[in-house]
């Protein structure tokens, strides 16, 4: 089994700053893609960002030169750096990873439970 965790999400004021980590532990053999979503009250879950095992980035229109994606490989952990937030960016936010378990498994996706961010003044 594999677990995802996130952490630091909370209340900000338009413009602030915050940092999001999912740390993904358990049964991992490699971690392709990892990626962040958000769903706000009455919406659909969105795609934010999403970063490749080498690297390669992609972005969500609404959150381009605002948010930052980054992993760290050896620490199995993604990173989301949010800045500039506006009040629509509020929503819960979730990472998920595409995970293969043992050599020769499949891959599955798992999700984390999510984290609160609130841009409010």
């Known amino acids: 089994q594999v677990q995802l965790v996130e952490s630091g999400g909370g209340l900000v004021q338009p413009g602030g700053s915050l940092r999001l980590s999912c740390a993904a532990s358990?049964?991992?053999?490699?971690?392709?893609?990892m990626s962040w979503y958000r769903q706000a009250p009455g919406k659909q879950r969105e795609l934010v960002a999403t970063i490749t095992s080498g690297g390669s980035t992609n972005y969500a229109d609404s959150v381009k030169d605002r948010f930052t994606i980054s992993r760290d490989n050896a620490k199995n952990t993604v990173y989301l750096q949010l800045n500039s937030l506006k009040p629509e960016d509020t929503a819960v936010y979730y990472c998920?990873?595409?995970?293969?378990?043992?050599?020769?498994?499949?891959?599955?996706?798992?999700w984390g439970q999510g984290t609160q961010v609130t841009v409010s003044s």
């Open positions: 998920n990873a595409i995970v293969k378990t043992t050599r020769w498994g499949i891959s599955r996706i798992y």
């Open positions: 358990g049964s991992i053999f490699e971690i392709y893609a």
